[in-house]
């Protein structure tokens, strides 16, 4: 009998929460059979692109012409398509969000303080108008840098396609609701300003003395819960709020995204207001990954299905998963790069590469609980199928390995482990099974794959019966 075994991470209302565990594996969802989940497929590894040489965080990524321009701690560089590495210098601040725009032929840089930063023609040069304001997020919109002013409800523009130019009065201020603005930022030329809690909506009017209005009746009472949350993909915004769910625009308005499953999660972080996301598009799907470093956990949202999963990293100096290892991401040279949040690598998301930093994906399924009406349920035999015969030609892979446990109480503790073959290169009827798994009144099976192969869930099938109460 084939069981409900593939599927997102808390999919539904799970009252077993520490169930329903997905990841480094996301769903394939089949839409000719009313969407039915055909398979879960193993995550994009981290393939080595660049080393700036710098042991820090990738603090953000900036595509301009055909350079990608890189905060790594307080150095700024540029990396060419080839991943060679060129140093520009150096700002005042080696920690914390940066944010970086272009106006055409120079790069804004701004990291909250009262200094900003100028690339133009390779060169990194301080913006010298001392109108400047202190300021942690910029956009572009109709020749203008726009930026946010630090603890304010105000922001500001730059002179015409000049980031060097700053007027004392070219400043605006949210006015539907007296909050700060934490973050700003173009979508299809209209100028979305959202303030910790409410969020309006701008245009550009023409006007001599200040060339963007609100726009009548494109307010929300929704705020945004982490500054460097917010990010563009398939022509909307996304962000997540200061009620810890994440949103989407859709016109004026704000749809969610998250579920009330994985929102408990997040409600049960110390801190969410360090989180930092972006979207893009691997494989084919749409993702939204959003990372709250303080707890160290990723959270990606694939608006393809409409499914969540976790992403985790390997960190050797706790020899165990946290985060993902993407801090902040690009689209460059038709590549989805990526850079690390501890040691200045930039790496290639590659559906081919089955390692983060040269470090084994743990990859994880647990599923929804199994219950008869509280009957003690016989498993005689649980079989995978998998994508079989995956294994590698020397090296760790080799013989990949299918780990099975189980939880009887509700995912507080876990059976010993057993082990099954996947499948050596070119072993493709390899059936994946364990038989004589003991009885159970409610059971969630789980299922780890940590060789770096390529994992293919298709399904998973029971041979049980119901017993006595």
């Not at 499914?307 to 050797?316: G, I, M, N």
């Not at 790496?347 to 990859?363: A, H, K, V």
């Not at 189980?406 to 499948?423: H, M, Q, R, V, Y």
Request: charged share 25%; net charge negative; hydrophobic share 40%.
């Amino acid at each position: 009998m084939e069981i409900p075994f593939v599927g997102g991470s808390y999919a539904g209302r799970s009252l077993v929460l520490n169930a329903q565990e997905c990841t480094n594996l996301f769903p394939v969802i089949d839409p000719t059979a009313g969407k039915k989940v055909r398979a879960l497929y193993g995550t994009s590894g981290c393939k080595a692109f660049a080393d700036l040489a710098v042991e820090n965080v990738v603090r953000g990524m900036y595509v301009f012409d055909d350079l990608i321009y890189v905060v790594c701690g307080s150095y700024v560089k540029s990396v060419n398509a080839a991943g060679v590495v060129t140093d520009l210098g150096e700002i005042a601040t080696a920690t914390g969000n940066v944010s970086m725009s272009d106006n055409g032929t120079q790069i804004i840089i701004v990291d909250g303080t009262a200094v900003g930063y100028l690339v133009e023609a390779g060169v990194l040069a301080v913006i010298s108008d001392g109108d400047y304001p202190a300021s942690s997020r910029v956009t572009f919109q109709d020749g203008y840098f726009i930026v946010t002013e630090t603890d304010s409800g105000r922001i500001w523009i730059s002179g015409l396609y000049d980031g060097d130019s700053w007027d004392a009065l070219d400043y605006a201020t949210a006015e539907a609701r007296p909050d700060d603005v934490v973050a700003v930022e173009s979508s299809s030329r209209e100028l979305w300003v959202l303030g910790t809690k409410s969020t309006e909506v701008y245009y550009n009017s023409g006007n001599a003395d200040f060339p963007f209005e609100r726009l009548p009746g494109a307010f929300l009472e929704l705020g945004i819960g982490a500054e460097d949350s917010v990010a563009k993909g398939d022509l909307a915004l996304w962000w997540l709020t200061d009620k810890i769910e994440v949103v989407r625009s859709k016109g004026y308005s704000a749809q969610k995204v998250s579920t009330e499953t994985v929102e408990y999660q997040w409600s049960l972080y110390a801190r969410v207001d360090d989180a930092k996301a972006f979207f893009y598009t691997d494989a084919g799907h749409k993702f939204y990954q959003i990372t709250f470093p303080t707890e160290n956990k990723t959270w990606v949202y694939d608006m393809s299905t409409g499914f969540w999963h976790e992403r985790k990293s390997y960190q050797a100096a706790v020899a165990q998963p946290g985060r993902h290892r993407a801090n902040c991401h690009v689209w460059f040279d038709y590549k989805n790069i990526v850079g690390d949040y501890e040691n200045g690598k930039l790496y290639e998301l590659d559906m081919s590469t089955f390692t983060d930093n040269d470090q084994g994906i743990r990859r994880v399924r647990a599923a929804q609980v199994i219950s008869e009406e509280r009957l003690n349920i016989f498993y005689h035999r649980f079989e995978l199928e998998f994508e079989a015969g995956v294994g590698t030609v020397v090296g760790d892979g080799v013989n990949p390995k299918a780990v099975l446990d189980w939880s009887d109480d509700g995912a507080k503790t876990w059976s010993n482990e057993l082990w099954a073959d996947i499948g050596r290169i070119g072993e493709y009827q390899t059936r994946v099974k364990w038989n004589r798994l003991g009885r159970a009144r409610s059971r969630v099976f789980r299922v780890v794959v940590s060789d770096p192969v390529k994992v293919v869930i298709v399904g998973a099938y029971i041979d049980a019966e119901a017993g006595d109460a």
